[in-house]
C-alpha cells in the first residue's frame, strides 16, 4: 500500500533523547488463503472492527439481529495484517532498537523485512523484540500473522486431555459461544458469557511503537505508599531496559506535593538482572503527612494526587516516566468475631461501608473497551451521580486502560481487581504457568500504583467451582487442587507479591479469607456467611422477599436481569420480534434458564397486562426493570441492615455490597444498570438512593409480621437528635392520612432499629381501614433528618403486593419542559397525575441523556425531575420525544379486574 512517514515522538533533556515511532494507522489486511485480501485495517483496532469498515462491506453491524452467529467463521481464519514505514537514519544510530506492542490478540508471529521477530501468545503482556539488526533506514515491512485463537484452544484443550481433562469442555449451550478459552490468555468472555456473544477478536489492539535508545530506558515504576507514622514512606522500583550491565547514570526523584517538592537525586550502577531477568532501583522517599493531604473513597472525602517524576540520566542520554499517586493505607480486616471472621476494608484507618458494582469488559471489542468517551460515560454515572465507593474489575474480563485507573483515581473508586480467570478449571503446566507469570508481572507493574488499586482477587468462583465439583472434578480432586494451587497460590499470587510491597490478595471470589488459607486454599464451602465475600443468585423465589437473602459478611456479587428499552432494542432489531417468547429475544437470553424467570419475578408482585394488548411488548419490558430494580434495592438494604450487626446465628457484620453489573456488552436481557447503548435501566436511577450514606428503611418481618424501622449511617455526619418521618398514604390521594415522627441520636456503622409497629394494627389506626384489608389500601413514605433539613433520600414501605393493592389506573401526564441552563443540557420536568403512581417512567427515546430522578413513586400531584442531555437539545424537542408511563398505566388496563 506505499510506505507512510510516521511521526517521530522525541522526549528531550538536556540535549539528549530516546525515540519512539508509532505504527498505527492505516494498515492492510487479508486472510490466510486471500480469499479476502486488499482490505484496509486500522492500528490499533481488530479483525471485526476492520471487517466491518465501511470501506472493506465484508460484515455488517455485528451486535444486529443473529449476526454472532452469521458472523462465527471470523475467528475460525487465519488473519494477516502488514503495512509499509519509512524510518529516518538518525533513529537506526541508536544502539539498541525495540518493536514494542502494547497488546496484541492473541497469537501472532511477527516479520520486519521479511525477518521472523518474534511470536505472541498473551494479549495481557507487552511484547518487546528486539530489531537493532534487522531494521533499516528507509523503507521497511511489518506483517503480524494471526492464528485462530478458536483453533488454537482447541489444540492445547487435545494436548492436555492426553494427560487428563480441563473442564469445562465448553461453555453452555444457551452461551451460543466457543469451547476452550480456558486454555488461552485471552479476554474469557469474548468466547461468549451468559450476557455477551461471542465475537473472538483477533488484532493488534492496544499501541504498537518502534523505541530507540542508546543503553537503556525506564520500564516501569512501581510506586507504593506505606504508613510510617508521622510520615508516609514513598518506596519506589525504578525497572530499567539495559542494553549491557554496568551502566551508570543518575536517577532523580522529584514529587510534588501541597508545599514544596521533594527532591532527591542518586548515583546508580545498574547491575547484573535477577534471576528474573529484572534490572531495577528501589528509592525510598519519606514525605511528611502535613506536606500531603489524604486521599479518600468516593463520599468520605476528597482525591488529591500528587505528581511524581522519575528520571535516569547519564552523558548519552535521559529516560523519564510520570505517574500520579495518592497517599493512602487501604487494608482488609479479618477480626475475630464470635462466630467466624469479619471482612471489611479500612482507609486511612476508617472502617468502610463499600458500596459499589461489579463491571464486565466496557466493549466485547478490546480496541473499543479502552475508548476515553466509553471509560468516560461509565465512570461518571457512578461517581458523578451516585455514592458508589468501590468497583469490582471482574476476572472474566479484562485488564482496563491506563485511562480508567486514573479516573478512578480521580473519583475515588477503589478497585478490586480480578486476575482474569474466571468459572473454569485452568491447566498448570510450565507453559502456561510461566505465560501467566509474564501477564501478573506486567499488569502489577502497570497499574498497582494507583491509589484506587484495593485489592488483587485471584480468580472468580473457581474456588468455589472446585470444592462444590461444579465441574465434575471429585475423582481427581486431589489433582485439580494441586493445580489449583500451582495457578493461584505459587504464581499468580506469588508474582504479584514479588512486583509489589503492599498489595492486598485474596485468592479467589468468594473465598473466606484467610480461613481458606488455613484450609489448604481451598474450603470445604468458600462464601460461608460466617467468612470472606459471598456470591448469590436466586432467580426462582420471590425477590422482594428479604426472607430469601443470605446474611453475609460482605456481598461481592448479587443481581437480577432486566430487558433494555424499546429504543435500544430497536438499533438492533425491529419491534414485531420484542415478544419474549420470538426466535430473536430467546436468542439473545444466554441465561441457561431462559427468558422464563423474568416473567415469573414480574408475577410474583405484578399483574402484567393481557398479550393481547398492543402494548404488551413494551409493558413486559419496563416491568422487567422495575423487578431488577425493586430487587436488587431489596437486597441491598436487606445487606446494609446487617451493618455492625449480627441475627441469632452469629452471621452479620455485612460491610460491603457490590451488585452485578454496571454495564453491557451488546443489546440483551443482562444483570446491567446501563445498557449498551448508554442508557439508564430503573436499577441505575434506584442506585443513587440505597447507596446513600445515610438511609432510612422499613423492613417487614416475616417472622413477628413487624414493620422495623432501620437506620443505616456509614460514617459521621450530624451529631446530636435527628427525625425519622413515616408518612402514611392513601392509594386514592395525595393528603397524608397519618405522620409519625421518631426522635433519636444514631451512631456510625450500626444500623440500628428505631422501631417497630404491628403492621395491620399501625396502617388501621392510621386510617387505611380495617386490620384485614389496611395493608391493600395504604403506603408508607419514609424519610429521615435534622432541624429542618431532609438528610435521607425518600424510602417506602409497601405492605401488600402491587397487584393486591387498591392502586387507581391513575392518569399521568407531563405539563411542562423548561430548560435550567444556557447549552441545552439540563431540563426541568414537571408531571402531573391524579392519584399516587407506582415507578414514573419519564423515556426521550432518541434524545440521548438520563434523568437524575426516574422510575419515581409520585405521592403528590406535581413532581419536577432533572434531565440531564448528552448533547445540546431543546425543550420543545425534549418534549416531543419524551411519554411518560407507570404501574397502572391506563393504556396496559383498559378496566380494572
Request: overall charge negative.
Amino acid at each position: 500500500m506505499g510506505f507512510r512517514l510516521v511521526l517521530l515522538l522525541v522526549f528531550l533533556y538536556g540535549g539528549k533523547c530516546e525515540v519512539k515511532q508509532d505504527l498505527g494507522g492505516e494498515w492492510s489486511l487479508k486472510d490466510e488463503t486471500e480469499e479476502y485480501k486488499d482490505l484496509s485495517a486500522t492500528v490499533p483496532g481488530g479483525i471485526y472492527t476492520d471487517l466491518m469498515n465501511p470501506s472493506n462491506k465484508i460484515l455488517g453491524n455485528i451486535y444486529a439481529g443473529f449476526n454472532d452467529i452469521e458472523y462465527k467463521w471470523v475467528a475460525r481464519y487465519n488473519w494477516t495484517y502488514s503495512t509499509t514505514f519509512q524510518v529516518q537514519e538518525d533513529l537506526t544510530k541508536r544502539d539498541v532498537i525495540n518493536l514494542v506492542l502494547e497488546g496484541v490478540d492473541t497469537f501472532a508471529t511477527i516479520f520486519i523485512n521479511d525477518v521472523k521477530v518474534g511470536t505472541t501468545e498473551n494479549m495481557f503482556v507487552r511484547y518487546i523484540f528486539e530489531i537493532t539488526n534487522t531494521l533499516k533506514a528507509g523503507v521497511n515491512t511489518i506483517t503480524l500473522k494471526f492464528d485462530s485463537p478458536i483453533t488454537v484452544s482447541e489444540e492445547l484443550a487435545k494436548k492436555q486431555a492426553e494427560d487428563y481433562a480441563v473442564p469445562p469442555d465448553c461453555v453452555p449451550d444457551s452461551y451460543k459461544g466457543e469451547c476452550h478459552v480456558n486454555f488461552i490468555r485471552k479476554i474469557p468472555a469474548s468466547f461468549s458469557w451468559d450476557w455477551g456473544p461471542a465475537f473472538p477478536s483477533v488484532g493488534i489492539w492496544k499501541d504498537i511503537y518502534l523505541e530507540a535508545f542508546y543503553v537503556t530506558t525506564i520500564r516501569y515504576v512501581v510506586a507504593e505508599v506505606i504508613d510510617s507514622g508521622d510520615n508516609w514512606l514513598l518506596s519506589i522500583d525504578t525497572y530499567f531496559a539495559p542494553k549491557t550491565t554496568g551502566i551508570t547514570g543518575k536517577l532523580d526523584v522529584s514529587l510534588q506535593t501541597k508545599r514544596e517538592p521533594i527532591q532527591t537525586s542518586s548515583e546508580v550502577i545498574l547491575g547484573e538482572p535477577n534471576e528474573h531477568g529484572e534490572i531495577f532501583v528501589t528509592t525510598n522517599v519519606t514525605v511528611p503527612k502535613s506536606s500531603v493531604d489524604l486521599w479518600w473513597p468516593n463520599g468520605y472525602g476528597k482525591q488529591p494526587l500528587y505528581t511524581l517524576n522519575v528520571t535516569f540520566t547519564n552523558d548519552k542520554e535521559s529516560s523519564t516516566s510520570q505517574k500520579k499517586i495518592g497517599f493512602r493505607k487501604i487494608e482488609i480486616m479479618q477480626d475475630e468475631l464470635d462466630s467466624g471472621l469479619a471482612f471489611y476494608f479500612k482507609v486511612n484507618n476508617v472502617p468502610i461501608y463499600a458500596m459499589g458494582v461489579n463491571v464486565i469488559p466496557l466493549d466485547i471489542l478490546p480496541e473499543e473497551s479502552y475508548k476515553r468517551e466509553t471509560v468516560d460515560r461509565l465512570l461518571a454515572a457512578v461517581a458523578e451521580y451516585t455514592e458508589m465507593n468501590m468497583l469490582r474489575v471482574w476476572g472474566g474480563g479484562v485488564y482496563e486502560s491506563d485511562y480508567f485507573y486514573e479516573m478512578a483515581d480521580k473519583y475515588g473508586l477503589m478497585i478490586w481487581q480480578d486476575f482474569v480467570f474466571a468459572s473454569a478449571m485452568y491447566p498448570a503446566n510450565a507453559e502456561f504457568l510461566s505465560n501467566v507469570q509474564r501477564e501478573v508481572n506486567h499488569q502489577v507493574k502497570r497499574i498497582q500504583s494507583h491509589a484506587s488499586l484495593a485489592v488483587w482477587g485471584g480468580n472468580n468462583e473457581n474456588e468455589g467451582n472446585l470444592a462444590s465439583n461444579h465441574f465434575n472434578t471429585a475423582d481427581n480432586f486431589d489433582v485439580y487442587k494441586a493445580d489449583y494451587i500451582k495457578l493461584y497460590i505459587d504464581t499468580v499470587r506469588d508474582e504479584m507479591r514479588r512486583a509489589t510491597k503492599n498489595a492486598n490478595f485474596v485468592n479467589s471470589s468468594p473465598t473466606n479469607g484467610i480461613q481458606t488459607d488455613k484450609e489448604g486454599y481451598v474450603a470445604s464451602d468458600p462464601g460461608s456467611n460466617f467468612y470472606g465475600d459471598k456470591h448469590y443468585y436466586n432467580n426462582k423465589k420471590d425477590s422482594l422477599d428479604e426472607s430469601i437473602f443470605p446474611t453475609p459478611r460482605f456481598s461481592s456479587e448479587y443481581g437480577y436481569q432486566s430487558l433494555p428499552s424499546v429504543t435500544s432494542w430497536l438499533t438492533v432489531a425491529n419491534s414485531s420480534v420484542l415478544n419474549l417468547n420470538s426466535d430473536f429475544m430467546k436468542h439473545r437470553q444466554h441465561h441457561p434458564d431462559g427468558n422464563d424467570p423474568l416473567k415469573n419475578l414480574i408475577e410474583f408482585q405484578m399483574e402484567l397486562p393481557s398479550e393481547d394488548n398492543e402494548y404488551y411488548d413494551e409493558a413486559v419490558i419496563y416491568y422487567t426493570q422495575i423487578i431488577q430494580a425493586m430487587s436488587v434495592k431489596t437486597e441491598t438494604e436487606h445487606y446494609r441492615r446487617f451493618m455492625g450487626r449480627f441475627d441469632d446465628q452469629g452471621q452479620g457484620n455485612t460491610m460491603g455490597a457490590l451488585f452485578w453489573q454496571l454495564n453491557d456488552v451488546w443489546v440483551a436481557p443482562s444483570w446491567a444498570s446501563i445498557d449498551y447503548t448508554g442508557r439508564w435501566k430503573m436499577l441505575h436511577n434506584f442506585v443513587p438512593n440505597f447507596f446513600s450514606h445515610e438511609l432510612v428503611t422499613g423492613h417487614y418481618n416475616k417472622d413477628s409480621k413487624k414493620l422495623e424501622i432501620y437506620h443505616m449511617l456509614n460514617k459521621p455526619n450530624v451529631d446530636g437528635e435527628k427525625w425519622i418521618n413515616l408518612t402514611v398514604y392513601s392509594w386514592e390521594s395525595f393528603t397524608p392520612l397519618n405522620v409519625t415522627q421518631l426522635i433519636g441520636e444514631f451512631e456510625p456503622l450500626v444500623a440500628r432499629l428505631v422501631a417497630s409497629y404491628d403492621v395491620d394494627q399501625f396502617l388501621s389506626d392510621s386510617g387505611c381501614g380495617a386490620a384485614d384489608v389496611a395493608k391493600y389500601n395504604c403506603f408508607v413514605h419514609i424519610v429521615g433528618g435534622k432541624d429542618g433539613t431532609v438528610l435521607t433520600p425518600s424510602n417506602y414501605f409497601f405492605p401488600s403486593k402491587f397487584k393486591e393493592a387498591k392502586l387507581k389506573n391513575s392518569n399521568v401526564e407531563i405539563i411542562s419542559v423548561d430548560m435550567i441552563d444556557a447549552k441545552g443540557l439540563r431540563f426541568h420536568v414537571w408531571v402531573k397525575a391524579d392519584a399516587p403512581s407506582l415507578f414514573v417512567w419519564l423515556d426521550p427515546h432518541d434524545i440521548k441523556g438520563h434523568f437524575l430522578e426516574n422510575g419515581f413513586i409520585q405521592h403528590s400531584l406535581v413532581t419536577t425531575v432533572t434531565f440531564i442531555a448528552d448533547s445540546p437539545t431543546t425543550s420543545e424537542d425534549l418534549k416531543q420525544a419524551l411519554t411518560v408511563t407507570h404501574l397502572r398505566d391506563p393504556k396496559y388496563f383498559i378496566s380494572r379486574k
